[in-house]
Structures are given as C-alpha cells and as structure tokens.
C-alpha cells in the first residue's frame, strides 16, 4: 500500500506488530542509535522503533524503519524482494522505449497515460509549511538530530533528502548525503567528487558562481526516502521512480527562500545555500563500511528557512558494522537493478551483494557459461556499470553453484574452484571513497575471481607451482600468534601489529615451512578486531582492509621459461591476505580509521531498555 507520510507508515507498522514504540526517556546523543545498532543486527532486521520521549525534544524518533525486508517491501509496493526485479525495468521501458510509427505512437498512449500518473505533482500549500522559521528564529537544535557513534565530530543527519539543480540544464537531483551539524544555522555538505551535487557544484563554478542553492528534507512518504539512494541512471527524476513505486505522484511544493521544489509531505525541510569554496571541517563519521571515516574539509551549508510539520517525526538512520538497515536497502536494491544488469551482460542469470561487503565491497555474480573468458569478460563489464565500478571484489561462478541465497554454500563452491595462479586478475581504477585501504585516496585495485568451470584453452599455461595432495597448516609454533581459527575452510591468524609488512614476513615463513604443499587459504588479522569464529565478520573485515593487488600475497618464485627469459611462477595452492591496518612503515601515507565500537556505558544502559521492551540483544 502506498504511504503518503510517516504517520500513516508508523500505524501500518504498528497494525502489523513491525515496530516497537518506547517511552522511556532517551538522549539523541548515542543511546537511540546504539538501541537502532544493536536491534538491527536479531533476526530478519529487528523491528522499527519509535522513541517518543527524546530528551531535549518534543519531536519522536522513528529508526531502523526501513531495515527489513518485510518492510522494505511494503514502502515499494511488493510481497517480497523478489517482486522488485522488474520494477525498475517496467519504469524505464515507459520513458525509454522509441515511437517511431504513428501505430507505435498509437499504442503508446495507454503507457503515456499510466507513466503520467507517476510524475511529480505541484501544490501550493503543504503538511511540510505549517510552521516556518526565519531570520532569528532559524534554529537546528529544534531537530533531535543524532549523535550516533562516540568519536563522531558531531550530530549527523542521516536521512537526509538533498535537493539540488543543475545550474547548467535546470534538472533536479535527489541525494542522500550527511549533514553535519555546526550550529543554529550552518552546517557540512559531504558530497564525494562523483555525486551528482558535486557536479552541480562544479557547474556552479563555471558558471562564475559561489553558491549553490540546496534544500534538506527529512520524513514524509517513506518511498522518497527509498528512491533517494538507488544509483539511478542519469537523467532519472528520483521522484519519478518514488511515484512509482508508491503508485501515486509525489506532492511537490516550491520552497519559502530558495528555487527548489521539496516533497510535500516531508516533516522537515532546511533551505539554503551551498558557499562552494566556504570550506570547514567534517567528520570523523562512524560510516557504512564499519569504520570512521575521517576528518576532511567540505563546503559549508548556510541555512536560510526551516520548515516543518506542526506535530513532526524524526526520520533518522544509523550505519556500522554490517548488518544494518542499510544492508537491507542495498539488497532490495540489488533486486530492483538485475534486470538492468541482464540487458547490459545477457549471459548473467542472478547477483548478490553479501552483507558483509557494505554494498561496495564484494559481488557475487552467477552466469550462463558458453566460451573461455567469459567470467573475466562479465567482471569487466560489471566494473562499466555506473557505482559498480567501485565494487572491490567479483567473484563469478556458473550454473552448476549452490542456490545465490546459500552464501555459505557458495563460498564452499568459490574456495574449492579458485586456482590462484589462474583464476584472479587485478585491475586498477577507480574506487569508493569511503574505502580507507585504497592506495590512494579514489584510486586502487580492485579483484575478480573466476570460479566456474573451465573449458578447453583456459587450463593453465605458462609457469606455475603445484603440488599434490589436501591442503593443511603448517606447525605454527614459534610465530608469535595472538590466536588461531578456522571457519568455512579459511584459517585465521591473529598478531599484535609490531612492525611493517609484518604479515608478508609470516606468509613467507608459512610458505616455507610448507615446503611445497598446498595451504587453506589463510587471513592475517590484528587480535580483538572481528568476533571469533564469525565468518560474516571476517568476511568484513578482511574486505574492508584490504587493497587486493596489494594484500593478496602468493607464493611466488623466479622460473625460467624454455626461451630463457625469467619470470614470477605463482603457486596454485596458496594465498595470504593481509587485512592488518597500515601505516608508514607498510608505505602507506594516510591516517587508518577505527572500527566503530559503543561506549560500554551507553551499550549497557541500551541493553537494560531494550529488554524491558522484550529485545534481547
């Protein structure tokens, strides 16, 4: 059913028993996201929470709303995530498909029709001006904005709806950027250099301008919320896309002091400018990958007009470790673009983006294998993808794999198909700019790994190391390990980081005292940062650390070919992966961020609330 607003979204899920509403008093300043953090990680995502008695506010919180599939599904119109595959598709066929004859015209116009229904409407009075603050009484503290982890720089926005023009053709963007918190009227713009902001900021520039008109929504109909972060094609009005999903037009407004248009049923909305070369510094910002992202300097935003519903919700969200809301997001996303993926890469039956791979870090990509290369060939192609050229690792694999939604399964099938002198290619381009393993800073390597089944003229050619026989560990006495354990076949080798590129010393050392047989694959962490026997944490965390061309270390050794040149002969049997934290010792030349953790006060102090409420986390 569609949503018009939060409020009649919060009654749904109250009716179908999805959320939890606490009355207890709780600060903005960590506990509400620590309760979202720690409720989003029980079974299928938890329940929505609403808090109505926020410390300092007369403004309830609503979190972690969007972090199920089952509720997902209700803001996009659908059963389950499975029923979005073809949504986004049905979406473009609409506005893409050619007219060429006047018959094509003729019968487009039942399609015209029905795609008008999804365009954004435009109204002169709206839920989200009933109150409106100006001049002096322009005041963010009215906003019960969170503090969510403890060594954030600030209060963060995290469900902001960013609006913005193109300064060179006039069409709207709908981004979903952090906002930091500065004071009563200022705050940061964090938008990364490939955001489409960004770009109208450099259209601003070009253009003799030092400011860029922006307006901040927050609430209203959960859908818009939902469309603000899908990785649109260009030229797609992210308001378009959220009428169609919610099966009606978006209620536009005109805003009170800049020339933008806001959703009308949006429970705030900040106006203002962006002073383009006013920078100030944001940050750190416990971030979606798990990990601080650190302080930089970003342009300033100057508030120029809030308003607001007169009895409005806080709509906010918290990122960390996986999994979160977010992961939820991600993987209806997922669904809503596969068939866009099969127009572009025919031959691929079905993706995945593991949790643990916060969107950008890890793709599973299942194909119809017909000729050699061909899983090289969809990693490249994949890589051509709009943001999926950020993706880190591409592991490919056939028909004959375990069902996608195995992932376990899967990850048996990948590691017993994988030769690593045969079956991985680096590449260098561009990558996220929250990956903080990079090289540099928008630039590093990124990885395929081809685990289907060979065919003829792709078996091994030139040199390499083999050996028979089942892999197994080596004596590890003496090494100087924290810990040791195995999950799923990979073996994990804690240390205390002493010195640079300590983990090469110990894969050389293993290496050697292996002789020459073959060895499970093995990750070097440093002690205290993943779980114990968790695969979904280690799968995270070696992601997250690593720069594949980098980190990846074989056994490699000088041979010389028949003709007597001399080249590196890599073992078919072994690979280390070194996701330690670097610093200058190792050559690398930026700050390393910190896991985000809870403060064991404010963790403690969530938990006993959430089990008066019947959550035990």
């Known amino acids: 059913m569609p949503y018009p607003d939060l409020r009649s979204f919060i009654a749904d899920l109250k009716r179908r028993k999805e959320l939890v509403e606490i009355s207890d008093a709780v600060s903005t300043d960590q506990e509400i996201a620590c309760a979202a953090d720690r409720v989003s990680k029980l079974p299928r995502g938890g329940p929505a929470l609403l808090f109505s008695n926020v410390r300092g506010a007369g403004v309830p919180v609503l979190i ?25 598709a049905e979406l473009l066929e609409l506005l893409q498909a050619p007219r060429k004859s006047l018959m094509d015209k003729l019968k487009a116009l039942p399609l015209l029709s029905q795609l008008a229904g999804y365009f954004p409407r435009y109204v002169k009075r709206a839920p989200c001006q009933e109150v409106v603050h100006t001049g002096d009484a322009i005041d963010l503290s009215i906003l019960p904005v969170l503090r969510t982890w403890p060594e954030d720089g600030g209060p963060f926005i995290t469900f902001p709806l960013v609006f913005t023009h193109s300064p060179r053709d006039g069409k709207r963007n709908c981004g979903m950027y952090r906002i930091q918190l500065y004071d009563r009227r200022t705050t940061g713009f964090h938008v990364h250099t490939h955001h489409t902001a960004a770009e109208h900021m450099r259209e601003a520039k070009r253009a003799g301008k030092d400011r860029l008109e922006a307006a901040i ?101 918290v990122v960390g470790p996986p999994p979160q809301e977010d992961s939820w997001m991600a993987r209806a996303i997922e669904r809503l673009f596969l068939p866009l993926m099969q127009q572009t890469i025919p031959e691929v039956i079905d993706y995945r983006l593991p949790f643990a791979g916060v969107a950008h870090n890890l793709m599973l990509v299942k194909i119809r294998k017909s000729y050699p290369g061909q899983a090289r060939k969809v990693a ?29 399964a899967l990850a048996r099938h990948i590691l017993e198909r994988v030769n690593f002198a045969r079956d991985v290619e680096f590449v260098l381009g561009p990558t996220e700019t929250l990956d903080h393993a990079t090289r540099a800073l928008h630039f590093g390597s990124k990885v395929s790994l081809d685990a289907t089944r060979k065919l003829p003229g792709e078996e091994l050619t030139g040199l390499f190391l083999a050996s028979e026989g089942p892999a197994a560990m080596p ?36 290496f050697q005292r292996a002789k020459d047989a073959p060895l499970p694959p093995i990750v070097v962490l440093e002690a205290g940062l993943v779980t114990r026997g968790s695969g979904e944490e280690l799968v995270w965390a070696a992601l997250a650390n690593m720069d594949p061309e980098r980190d990846c270390i074989f056994d490699e050794r000088p041979q010389a070919e028949s003709s007597g040149r001399v080249r590196l002969a890599r073992h078919t049997g072994r690979l280390v992966i070194d996701a330690t934290s670097k610093d200058s010792r190792d050559g690398f030349a930026r700050d390393w961020p910190r896991k985000q953790t809870h403060a064991p006060e404010v963790l403690a102090r969530v938990r006993e609330l959430l089990g008066r409420h019947g959550l035990a986390v």
């Open 475 to 510: 004596p590890l006495d003496g090494l100087g390990l924290a810990g040791h354990w195995e999950v799923g076949g990979v073996h994990v080798l804690e240390i205390q980081k002493q010195r640079g590129y300590q983990a090469h010393e110990l894969a050389r050392e293993l």
């Open 64 to 88: 972690n709303a969007l972090g199920s599939e089952r509720r997902l599904s209700l803001v996009c119109g659908v059963e389950h995530f499975e029923g979005l595959k073809h949504r986004l």
């Open 380 to 408: 490249h192609a994949v890589w051509g993808l709009g943001q999926a050229m950020f993706t880190k690792v591409i592991c490919v694999v056939d028909e004959t794999a375990p069902d996608m939604t195995d992932e376990p």
């Open 217 to 317: 929504a927050i609430g209203g109909a959960p859908a818009v919320t939902f469309s603000a972060v899908l990785p649109l094609p260009p030229g797609l009005d992210e308001m378009i896309l959220a009428g169609f999903l919610q099966g009606r037009p978006v209620e536009m407004v005109q805003c009170k002091t800049v020339n933008l248009q806001v959703p009308a049923s949006a429970d705030f909305v900040i106006e203002g400018y962006v002073a383009i070369d006013e920078k100030r510094r944001e940050g750190p910002f416990g971030d979606h990958t798990g990990f601080y992202s650190l302080a930089d300097d970003y342009p300033t935003f100057h508030v120029t007009a809030i308003t607001r519903r007169r009895e409005p919700v806080y709509f906010a969200t």
